[in-house]
Nanobody
Framework: QVLLVESGGGLVQAGGSLRLSCAAS????????MGWFRQAPGKEREFVAL????????HYADSLRGRFTISRDNAKNTVYLQMNALKPEDTAVYYC????????????????????WGQGTQVTVSS
């Protein structure tokens, strides 16, 4: 069992930055692939980014690459999402998730690959 708790969301003006954190507790954190997803009102949950346990491999949604950066600190059992140059269309509830570390990057870009989910943190970007 893995418990995930997100923090760092809030209201920011367009062009601003936020850093989300996801603290994990429970089973061995370093063995999991960690992902960030987001869900805007009326839309399906969409992939944002993932990072493997070593931190050496990160993968991003094409539309977000260059503005968002995922990182993890296995010693602190925490994964981060640095979001820069935010746009109103980035407004959503952001979720972190933990999945089997053996999954391929392609498979792990889908929500179905993740067994554990946090409660989400709201990010609102004003224009």
């Amino acid at each position: 069992q893995v418990l995930l708790v997100e923090s760092g969301g809030g209201l920011v003006q367009a062009g601003g930055s936020l850093r989300l954190s996801c603290a994990a507790s429970g089973r061995t954190f370093s063995s999991y692939i960690m992902g960030w997803f987001r869900q805007a009102p009326g839309k399906e949950r969409e992939f944002v980014a993932l990072i493997r346990y070593s931190g050496a491999t990160a993968h991003y949604a094409d539309s977000l690459r260059g503005r968002f950066t995922i990182s993890r600190d296995n010693a602190k059992n925490t994964v981060y999402l640095q979001m820069n140059a935010l746009k109103p269309e980035d407004t959503a509830v952001y979720y972190c998730a933990a999945g089997d570390g053996t999954y391929s990057t392609s498979y792990a870009s889908a929500a179905a690959a993740y067994e554990y989910w946090g409660q989400g943190t709201q990010v609102t970007v004003s224009s």
